[in-house]
């Protein structure tokens, strides 16, 4: 079956522009992750979603940055006033419940400019 | 909270040759064990995962890792590596118990090239 999408796959913007990453989770999905990683690194964890509540948004660095799922399917990470340190890459996960095995997307790799 | 050492940034290794990647971790509580592999513009796939048991787990495309709960690693090993597994290769963890058992922490990751 379709995997873990997101969109778009590569996003140039310049800074102080608001931008908008996607993730289309797995089918049957309930638990759906973001995490971000930047050059060099892991990955490093933003939020959480179990169904469409925001379980956990602890990883998020500053109000710049939010997540939805409104419907507890697609989820939408949305970064205000962009800066160049959030050039990264944007991962979003998804698993069956919030302790399976998490199945990633192929990320969204964001520059600010 | 977790945290996760791949000691090797970089391994370069020749077509057929054995390989070993290390993966240490810290953690105050038991904790799950994953090995992932991004290889070039793709996403990350999970390659094996150490749950319970046997403390000798065997992936995919020929991997395996071995949990050793005293020395706190988790290294992963092929026998032969091939051209195709050049590749990055993350160390994961996320813990049995807590509010947080959710939330993967992962290593910086390891660049395995292999040269033919």
């Known amino acids: 079956g379709a995997g873990v999408s997101q969109s778009p796959r590569y996003k140039v913007t310049k800074r102080g522009q608001d931008v908008a990453l996607r993730c289309d989770p797995i089918?049957?999905?309930?638990?759906l992750y973001w995490y971000r990683q930047a050059l060099g690194q892991g990955p490093e964890f933003l939020t959480y979603?179990?169904?469409?509540?925001?379980?956990?948004k602890s990883g998020l660095p500053n109000d710049r940055f939010s997540a939805e799922r409104p419907e507890g399917s697609i989820s939408t990470l949305t970064i205000q006033r962009t800066e160049q340190r959030d050039s990264a890459m944007y991962r979003c996960?998804?698993?069956?419940?919030?302790?399976?095995?998490?199945?990633f997307g192929p990320g969204t790799r964001l520059l600010v400019l | 909270a977790q945290s996760v050492t791949q000691l090797d940034s970089q391994v370069p290794v020749f077509e057929e040759a054995p390989v070993e990647l290390r993966c240490n971790y810290s953690?105050?509580?038991?904790?799950?064990l994953f090995w992932y592999v991004q290889y070039p513009n793709q996403g990350l796939q999970l390659l094996l995962k150490?749950?319970?048991?046997?403390?000798l787990v065997k992936g995919i495309n020929g991997f395996e890792a071995e949990f050793n709960k005293s020395q706190t690693s988790f290294h992963l090993r092929k026998p032969s590596v091939h051209i195709s597994d050049t590749a990055e290769y993350f160390c994961a963890v996320n813990p049995l118990r807590g509010g947080s058992n959710y939330k993967l922490t992962f290593g910086k990751g390891t660049l395995l090239t292999v040269n033919p």
């Open positions: 150490y749950l319970s048991g046997s403390t």
């Open positions: 979603f179990n169904y469409e509540a925001q379980q956990d």
């Open positions: 089918s049957g999905h309930v638990s």
């Open positions: 953690s105050s509580v038991s904790v799950y």
């Open positions: 996960a998804s698993s069956l419940g919030g302790r399976e095995t998490q199945y």
